[in-house]
């Protein structure tokens, strides 16, 4: 068997051509920071640079972490869409209080965004849903996502059942199809260096106006 600690030692990190990161010129919202440094990745053909963590506890407190798609993002914060009978649509429901996190490996960039989580109107949210994929409108009309499944048979079939309601009736959404808005308390990029000098720049919120702060390494 391969001797996996000797094998994750000798991975390579932070590699390559990375670009630079001054925080002395950035601008006074994060929002058009994370604008920017997306572009980049978009620009860069970093693999799904709107792909993120999204991280959400339970009533308890104990958190979940998965990766989501990023809906769209401005001024008012991070949009991402969720069904509310989904493990982290029901954890949203208990905490409305959430954790982005980006990774855009090529540029050695990460984000972290965290900050009390509001849910948008149905017209929105339906909006949302009726802008996706056959298949992943189909998937989500179930409503079934994370509970068990006996087979793939079983999903085959419930799917095919859904897909061919839609088809029917094109404008159906189901009213669990919900687009939430993190609003950002803080947000802080990372720009990794090979030497190790990585640079951390934090935004803070206090009502609309935004601190800046340098973090050690
Ligand atoms: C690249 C990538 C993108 C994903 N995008 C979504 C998404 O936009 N919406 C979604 O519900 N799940 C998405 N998933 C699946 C989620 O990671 C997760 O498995 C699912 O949402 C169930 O999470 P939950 O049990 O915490 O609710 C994506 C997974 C990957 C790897």
Request: charged share 15%; glycine share 4%.
């Given at each position: 068997m391969a001797d996996v600690r000797q094998l994750l030692r000798g991975l390579p990190v932070f590699g390559g051509e990375l670009p630079a990161f001054d925080p002395a010129a950035t601008p006074d919202?994060?929002?058009?920071?994370?604008?920017?440094?997306?572009?980049?990745?978009?620009?860069?053909?970093?693999?799904?640079?709107?792909?993120?963590?999204?991280?959400?506890?339970?009533?308890?407190?104990?958190?979940s972490a998965r990766t989501l798609i990023l809906k769209d993002v401005d001024a008012d914060g991070w949009r991402f869409a969720a069904h509310d009978g989904s493990a982290k649509g029901r954890e949203l429901t208990a905490r409305p209080?959430?954790?982005?996190?980006?990774?855009?490996q090529p540029l050695a960039r990460q984000v972290r965004v965290r900050g009390p989580v509001v849910r948008e109107s149905a017209e929105r949210s339906a909006a949302d849903f009726l802008a996706r994929s056959a298949g992943a409108r189909a998937e989500a009309l179930l409503g079934r996502q994370s509970r068990p499944l006996e087979s793939l048979a079983e999903r085959d079939t419930a799917v095919a059942g859904a897909a061919e309601r839609l088809a029917g009736d094109p404008g159906l959404v189901p009213p669990e199809w919900t687009l939430h808005t993190l609003r950002a308390e803080s947000v802080e990029f990372w720009q990794g260096a090979a030497d190790r000098n990585h640079t951390r720049l934090v935004y803070r919120r206090t009502g609309s106006a935004w601190t800046k702060e340098l973090l050690w390494p």
């Open positions: 919202a994060p929002v058009e920071l994370f604008t920017d440094w997306l572009l980049g990745a978009i620009r860069a053909q970093v693999p799904e640079p709107h792909a993120m963590t999204l991280a959400t506890a339970d009533a308890d407190g104990n958190p209080y959430a954790a982005l996190t980006f990774y855009w």
